[in-house]
């Protein structure tokens, strides 16, 4: 587990390395084939994820879901592990949350797993890490709704352009 510098993370980038071996504790390793599926879309999930080695692709469906054998479009991101990231956050604020997107291996990868009980716990021992981590946390939320929010206005300039016309 040592292998693993977590400060570089988002999450963990202010805690020290005291701090961050409570999780290395805990952390479960799982490794991943390539276009194996990580997390499914809309399936329950209790885990933050952070990326350790290789590549995974997110599809997110861009359009409701309608009927069942019909393929929705897909918006394609790719994260490497050489970016420190983590996914899966929304789950350790809502009990039975569905995941907002599918994530497979891009490349064979390897996923440091932390489930929720697990930063309850370490939370509950030590308010003062917990604090830290659910900061970072929320900085990495604040910076999707600022894209999504973004990818919004996108959608409603374009759809207003095509009823002007």
């Known amino acids: 587990m040592n292998n693993y510098n977590l ?4 999450l963990f980038n202010t805690l020290n390395e005291n701090e961050i071996s409570h999780f290395l504790k805990v952390m479960k390793i799982n490794s991943y084939k390539k276009n194996e ?7 329950i999930g209790d885990s933050i994820m952070l990326l350790l080695d290789g590549t995974v ?10 009927n069942k054998n ?13 970016d420190f990231p983590f996914f899966g956050e929304i789950s350790v604020f809502k009990n039975n949350s569905k ?3 599918t994530i497979k291996g891009a490349s064979n990868c ?9 930063l309850i716990t370490i939370f509950k021992k030590n308010s003062e890490i917990g604090y830290k981590v659910v900061t970072n946390i ?26 002007d016309e």
Not at 37 to 43: A, C, H, L, R, V
Not at 57 to 66: D, N
Not at 70 to 82: A, D, Q, T, V
Not at 110 to 118: A, F, H, N, W
Request: glycine share 2%; no cysteine; proline share 0%.
């Open 138 to 163: 929320s900085h990495k939320l604040i910076d999707d709704l600022l894209v999504t929010n973004n990818q919004v206005l996108k959608l409603t300039t374009a759809f207003s352009l095509m009823l």
């Open 110 to 118: 390897t996923i440091g797993v932390l489930d929720k009980k697990d």
């Open 57 to 66: 692709s997110i599809t997110k469906a861009l359009t409701m879901h309608t």
């Open 99 to 101: 995941r907002t997107a």
């Open 7 to 10: 400060s570089d993370y988002l």
């Open 70 to 82: 019909e393929k929705r479009e897909k918006e394609f991101i790719k994260l490497e592990s050489k």
């Open 37 to 43: 599926t990580i997390i499914k879309e809309n399936e």
